[in-house]
């Protein structure tokens, strides 16, 4: 299938976990997809590995809570391929602490990532897109975390709450550009972010047994909606959380 043939996609944190899945799927799909991270040698292995199964792609390391990082990566996508139609703004970062514990330092690294890289990285997508004058898509990983709370992870949810809203409104101003914002939201996807926590006693099998369908997603279960919200069949949705997490939020 390809789908997104003809498109430039950048996936923020695709070195590993949800991220590189949708990378992998986007090049699956003919998207050209650039692969970002701070870790320069993923970007690069990651990037040949697509290369090697017959799809186009290019490794820009990019510390998405840096703004100059952040127009590097798209001052090089737009070099190599021209044109920027999909931005997932997935990069994110979790620390699990009790609130009255977690330090200012740990809240300021995490909103830097998880906000502020989501939210800059976003703007520069706007612009590109306005420029170009053909409308675009930008996807934000969210989670469940928006809508429902989480013990020891306040410091992590607000980021997610801050999402959703920041969905929203791009999207009420970006829709007269004909550039749809759509949030993915997440349930527990068993990727490295949380393998710490999954790592006490009885935390894996008490998360499971609270998720409807019987199992942690995998991280590839995240690319068919994160195709969708890069397709021409999602012209109409915008604003919103698509939730992809076994049923959890309707608990
Ligand atoms: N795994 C889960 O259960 C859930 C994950 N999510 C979200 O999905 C997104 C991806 O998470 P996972 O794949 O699970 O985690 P992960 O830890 O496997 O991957 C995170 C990716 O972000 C990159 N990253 C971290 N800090 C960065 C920075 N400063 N600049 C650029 N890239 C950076 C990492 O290099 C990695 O590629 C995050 O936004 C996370 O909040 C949302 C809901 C559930
Ligand atoms: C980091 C957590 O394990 C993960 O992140 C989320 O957003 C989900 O709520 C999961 O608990």
């Known amino acids: 299938?390809?789908?997104?043939?003809g498109k430039t996609a950048i996936v923020t944190g695709s070195t590993r976990g949800i991220g590189?899945?949708?990378?992998?799927?986007?090049?699956?799909?003919?998207?050209?997809?650039?692969?970002?991270?701070?870790?320069?040698?993923?970007?690069a292995e990651v990037a040949e590995a697509i290369r090697k199964e017959g799809?186009?792609?290019?490794?820009?390391?990019?510390?998405?809570?840096?703004?100059?990082?952040?127009?590097?990566?798209?001052?090089?996508?737009?070099?190599?391929?021209?044109e920027i139609n999909i931005v997932v703004n997935n990069a994110g970062i979790a620390v699990f602490k009790p609130f009255v514990e977690v330090d200012p330092e740990t809240v300021r690294r995490i909103w830097n990532v998880n906000l502020f890289g989501t939210f800059f990285s976003g703007q520069r997508a706007a612009r590109e897109m306005i420029r170009q004058g053909k409308?675009?898509?930008?996807?934000?990983?969210?989670?469940?975390?928006e809508e429902v709370g989480t013990a020891n992870?306040?410091?992590?949810a607000t980021t997610k709450g801050g999402i959703k809203i920041m969905t929203k409104c791009m999207a009420l101003e970006l829709a007269q550009y004909r550039i749809n914002?759509?949030?993915?939201?997440?349930g527990v996807i068993d990727t490295d972010i949380s393998q710490e926590e999954f790592a006490k006693p009885g935390m894996r099998e008490e998360t499971v047994r609270r998720i409807p369908w019987g199992r942690m997603g995998a991280s590839e279960d995240l690319a068919g909606t994160a195709v969708f919200l890069a397709h021409e069949?999602?012209?109409?949705?915008?604003?919103?959380?698509?939730?992809?997490?076994?049923?959890?939020i309707a608990m």
């Open 1 to 5: 299938m390809s789908r997104l043939a």
């Open 181 to 186: 914002v759509n949030a993915i939201g997440a």
């Open 135 to 145: 409308g675009g898509k930008i996807i934000n990983m969210s989670s469940i975390s």
């Open 55 to 82: 799809g186009t792609a290019l490794g820009v390391p990019c510390d998405i809570s840096e703004l100059e990082a952040i127009h590097h990566l798209y001052d090089r996508t737009l070099d190599v391929f021209g």
């Open 153 to 156: 992870l306040t410091q992590y």
């Open 233 to 248: 069949d999602s012209d109409y949705v915008t604003g919103t959380t698509v939730f992809v997490d076994g049923g959890l």
């Open 20 to 43: 590189k899945a949708i990378a992998i799927r986007y090049a699956r799909e003919g998207a050209n997809v650039v692969v970002s991270g701070t870790n320069a040698a993923l970007c």
